[in-house]
């Protein structure tokens, strides 16, 4: 089914609610996820885009057992990192998916912090120039030759808006908005606000957020626990596919350079955390520009119930 039939798997009518909930790395998604889909009787649909492979467990704060256990999810686990997978087909299969699960739950739960994915779902993937070979080779010649920084910087110049929220550590996403610069001869950043399709179902979108220095304190202690559950050993696994995209991610990329002697466990762990708390800040960049988010603290479930409720929601 092409993108333009998915959306009419959805037969579900405006009586039916996706509740989005999303983030940055390490506020508590997960465990504040399980609790909403118990008490309203639902699943969850994972939108974090690390947790799709199997094989990147620890890294990504994969749900543990007890967890999957407590709340159907869906899309954790669901691919290898040597599948090719993209946004594209995220929204069509997530669609099919909305049009059964509706079915059986007036609310499913959107959970998760990639805000590609999530807009994805909500506003549908903007129509962007096809790849141009030639292009992308050059591109990919300059990534070899001049480093993903020099890419970076392109970037900046061509659309600074797309950059400041941008994951410049993914140079597929990097290399991507520059074609689409360099081929449209517009940003990409203008090109991504489309008017966003309309969608058969209600959408309610709440984040959850905290201090920054709390934030920050959640992620040096979730980096740490990682580390002793056996991260180093995940990578050291994972060395055959390294050059997978899915492998190029906080976490993984660092530990690759001390399983290759570029640096030292200790300075490894330093990076981890470091990058972690950039990208939990390009995820906040991304999440605050859309103004449908309510925002609440990790621990308010009570606040997220009786704000669905003064909309009717949840009510039966």
């Known amino acids: 089914m092409g993108l333009k039939n998915a959306d009419k798997a959805v037969q579900a009518g405006k009586d039916k609610h996706l509740l989005v909930v999303c983030g940055p790395t ?6 504040f ?14 939108a974090d885009s690390r947790q799709f492979y199997r094989e990147m ?3 990504t704060a994969f749900p543990e057992p007890e967890e999957l256990a407590a709340a159907r999810h869906y899309f954790v686990g669901n691919l290898s990192v040597k599948d090719a997978y993209n946004v594209a087909r995220y929204e069509e299969e997530v669609l099919q998916l909305l049009g059964s699960l509706f ?12 805000g590609l994915y999530i807009d994805a779902v909500c506003k549908g993937i903007d129509e962007l120039p096809d790849y141009d070979p030639a292009l ?25 808006e797309y950059h400041a ?7 597929k996403r990097v290399m991507r908005a520059l074609e689409v610069c360099l081929q449209s001869g517009t940003t990409y950043s203008s090109l991504r606000k489309n008017l966003p399709r309309e969608r058969p179902f209600n959408i309610v979108k709440t984040g959850l957020n905290t201090d920054r220095e709390i934030l920050f304190k959640k992620i040096d202690e979730r980096v740490d626990m990682m580390m002793e559950k056996g991260l180093p050993e995940e990578v050291r696994s994972l060395l055959p596919w390294r050059s997978c995209n899915a492998l190029n991610t906080v976490g993984y990329k660092e530990l690759f350079a001390y399983l290759e002697g570029a640096v030292s466990l200790e300075q490894a762990v330093v990076n981890i955390k470091t990058n972690t708390r950039r990208y939990a800040k390009r995820q906040l960049t991304w999440f605050k520009r859309d103004p449908d988010i309510k925002w609440f603290g990790p621990d308010e479930d009570q606040r997220v119930i009786d704000f669905l409720r003064e909309q009717g929601i949840g009510n039966s």
């Open 26 to 31: 390490a506020i508590g998604k997960t465990t």
């Open 33 to 46: 996820g399980i609790r909403l889909a118990r008490y309203f009787g639902t699943v969850i649909i994972s």
């Open 57 to 59: 467990r620890i890294g």
């Open 103 to 114: 079915q059986q739950s007036d609310i499913v739960i959107l959970l998760g912090g990639s």
């Open 136 to 160: 992308r080779n050059s591109l990919k010649r300059d990534l070899t030759e001049k480093g993903l920084g020099f890419l970076a910087d392109r970037l900046l110049k061509l659309d600074p």
């Open 165 to 171: 929220v941008a994951d410049l550590n993914n140079p």
